[in-house]
């Protein structure tokens, strides 16, 4: 269930990818509302800083013993409130985007060390930023930690095996603004951090955490209902076919030392059913590295087939040339098994040029990570 909840991050985080990257649409807005647009502030900037306070998940035998820590994290904060007509017309609202930098104390040096991270977030307000709103908030990133597995420590962490490795939460709050400039915001959260198993031991570090914040607005707010031409109404819903080959890398099961490459190719469709989202159903052909590997070390007289085939099933958000996904995936061919037959699989795409994506994709079972892998996608209608 902790990829469930922490991957769902990448649902919120990397949407503000499109946000950065999209270039302004011609729309039929009226003479006076374009006069108005032009002298308008496309973004309102802020200044934060937070505090979190989490209670650490033994999620797994390996990692039980950081049950009951209390990690702690300082954090400091940039973000980007946009505010203009693109993005008004792609959700109807105002979302906030930001560059977070923090230090983190786990709470038993010994064990789990320190962390430094650095990464983007994302947040959704329900409604008109006001004086209180409700709000998702989502962060992703890179961290380093100070204390990764070694097998001669007195107290081993089974929880990471790299200095570096991912971080990823995802939550919702409150947020007050008692001032004109000044705002407060209380989040419960869910927080991951692990190297994606690039190399085992891979427990990861997992924990619920409150984060109480308070934010400085360098700029005047000035956000409103905009009432402007939509061009979802009258453009035809999009459905594309996605033609993708995919190439990753994936550690081999603990003990057994070394990584290994893990290829793919996926026929996908899309049908788009909602103004930022699509449904997806997906074919896809794998060749695992780990079957190989394990079949030279330990059956070399023995002939494994390393391919496996699965059927997927999701949804997509389209943010313009930045699609983001989440898929179900069950195996439907294997002959040699490990893990689960259920999977989840959760991307980003971003249109390069014409009909060509490039992107990422991470796939996991319940409690374990298998890959994550490069992907490059023909695409066409």
């Keep these: ?31 006076d509302l374009i006069s108005f647009s032009q002298n308008e502030s496309r973004y309102v900037y802020l200044l934060g800083t937070s505090f979190i306070s989490g209670y650490m998940i033994p999620h797994a035998k390996e990692v039980v013993n950081v049950r009951g820590l209390n990690p702690r994290g300082y954090e400091l904060d940039f973000y980007w409130h946009l505010n203009y007509d693109e993005v008004w017309n792609d959700c109807k609202c105002y979302p906030r985007v930001g560059a977070f930098f923090a230090y983190y ?97 891979n ?75 699509a449904l997806t159903f997906a074919a896809e052909l794998e060749r695992n590295g780990r079957a190989v590997e394990i079949a030279r070390r330990m059956y070399p007289d023995q002939a494994i087939n390393p391919y496996r085939g699965s059927l997927l099933f999701g949804i997509e958000f389209l943010m313009g040339k930045t699609i983001l996904s989440a898929q179900l995936g069950g195996y439907i061919y294997r002959s040699f098994a490990e893990k689960d037959d259920i999977y989840q699989r959760w991307g980003v795409m971003y249109n390069i040029i014409d009909n060509i994506y490039i992107g990422s994709t991470f796939k996991s079972y319940r409690n374990s990570a298998d890959h994550l892998s490069l992907r490059f996608t023909y695409s066409f209608r």
């Design 1 to 31: 269930m902790r990829y469930i909840f922490t991957q769902l991050t990448i649902l919120l985080v990397l949407v503000s990818s499109e946000y950065f990257a999209q270039e302004l649409k011609e729309t039929e807005v009226s003479q």
């Design 105 to 201: 104390d786990f709470d038993q040096e010994e064990i789990l060390g320190h962390g430094f991270s650095a990464g983007l977030s994302f947040t959704y307000f329900f409604g008109l930023p006001d004086d209180f709103n409700f709000h998702l908030k989502g962060k992703g990133g890179l961290s380093y930690l100070t204390n990764p597995y070694d097998k001669d420590a007195e107290l081993k962490n089974w929880s990471y095996s790299t200095h570096f490795n991912y971080i990823l939460s995802v939550g919702g709050g409150i947020t007050y603004k008692p001032f004109e400039r000044i705002e407060l915001q209380l989040d419960g959260s869910m927080n991951h951090q692990s190297n994606a198993a690039l190399l085992e031991p």
């Design 203 to 277: 427990g990861g570090v997992n924990y619920w955490a409150l984060a109480l914040s308070a934010n400085y607005f360098l700029d005047k707010l000035d956000f409103y209902i905009r009432n402007i031409y939509d061009p979802y109404l009258t453009a035809e819903k999009k459905k594309r076919w996605d033609v993708s080959f995919s190439w990753g890398i994936s550690s081999m099961p603990y003990p057994m030392p070394g990584q290994v490459p893990m290829y793919g190719i996926t026929i996908l469709r899309s049908i788009q059913t909602w103004r930022v989202a």
